[in-house]
């Protein structure tokens, strides 16, 4: 196709303009304009002509997709598609044409300014507080929490805040953040909801969920985490809809260490739960999470099948996996759930991505059930029990110091770090010390993550995070190519400058 044939196809009138709104072009923009770009004529004269012109079809793809994707957030039949766009935009970003999206970035944003409109004002009244709440209410609503929901919070916010007594060295900006943090707590269930274990027997955790919300993945970061806590686990595979599933589980089962039961496709849901849980007694296992079969939207043969899956298997916990990034949405589905089969609580996966926050906000106060865990991240490692009041401190922007200490613990021992620390407090830290430490770091996490749990950190945007993680990688690469003997000089030279500054620290002429 010759460019201008290209460039006369993104007319609204032509038949390819016109083709399905998702398709993989759409979702790709910028492999189709490569291609489009190779197919012009390399005439010098029309280059420049051509690069303005591939420029703003760069533009109308990029805003095509934002749009839809817009769409797809507002429909729930292209919610999955919005799923996939979201991976999409994250894989993209190394190519620096997206924002990575921060977990509760856009609310704590919109908060912010709330607190900023008390700057100056001696004590908190029904008048000062107006305006403020007014972005409180702003914020929330832009952040996919649903509206009763949001009229009861500022409601029970704007009464405490008024008759709060003034704190002295407290001012009133401080006042109304602590007041949101509490209620905030509150929205999202107080405390931690553990899970409930057999009082004999295994346990048996049902997970139930849409299709590609992460619920096969959710049974192997499960496993993990109960692995960790000393449990025994069995994976039971009866998702018989999606063959891949199957071998889903099985890869992932081995990469956690846990056996995974399976009958293939032909057998029954519920007849491959109650196999797999005789296995699983057989095998004296302390917990047997049941993956099953998921579904475009809610209807009726996956309720059905669902409950003869929990009558066969008698499940202490029934989970239900939500992808967060559906919003309101997702505390809507843990109600209809609920009323149907009758659940225990909520997996929130995928708030790595979500920077609104709506279903973490919404679940519990809607569906009454609480977010038992939550995923922040495609790793096996990623996901953590709910803390309502470690989740508010992240939406307001103050960290969260205690799982950032909890991450490393989990990847640093005790005596390594006080090893560590001796080198360093004795000046013999090295580059392979150095390799070491990011090593670790990296362990514990994305970059953003754990930027977004230290306090303050908050302001650290995307493309400082981007720019650090290249520096990094770029370091680590000069690091792993050093031979012994250009280390050992390399050393050398870096101490040399290190004692010239100290040397000139303390004022002597060179
Ligand atoms: N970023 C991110 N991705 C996740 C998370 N949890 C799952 N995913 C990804 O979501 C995608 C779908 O996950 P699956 O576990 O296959 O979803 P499923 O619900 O079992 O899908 P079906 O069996 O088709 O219903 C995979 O690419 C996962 O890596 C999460 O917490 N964060």
Redesign the pocket.
Known sequence: MSFAQSLSSLHPSSPRARRSPLSSSDLYPMEATSTLALSSSPAAARRSQEKSAVASLHLRRFLTTSSLHLRAVQSPALRAHSSAFQ?WR?RRRAGGLVVRAEMFGQLTTGLESAWNKLRGVDVLTKENIAEPMRDIRRALLEADVSLPVVRRFIESVSEKAVGTDVIRGVSPDQQLVKVVNDELVQLMGGEVSDLSFAKSGPTVILLA??????????CAKLALYLKKMGKSCMLVAA?VY?PA?ID?LNILGKKVGVPVYSEGTDAKPSQIAKNGLKEGKSQKKDVIIV?T??RLQVDKAMMNELKEVKKAVNPTEVLL?VDAMTGQEAAGLVSSFNDEIGITGAIL?????DSRGGAALSVKEVSGKPIKFV????RIE?LEPFYPDRMAQRILGMGDVLSFVEKAQEVMRQEDAEELQKKILSAKFNFNDFLKQTQMIAKMGSFSRLIGMIPGMNKVTPAQIREAEKNLKFMESMINVMTPGLFSIITHIINISFCMHRLKFYNYAF
């Open positions: 991976g994250r969920g849409l299709q590609g919300v992460g619920k096969t993945t959710v998702d999606r599933a889903q993956d079969a998921g996996v996966t995928k708030l790595d991505g995923g922040q991240g495609e990623d």
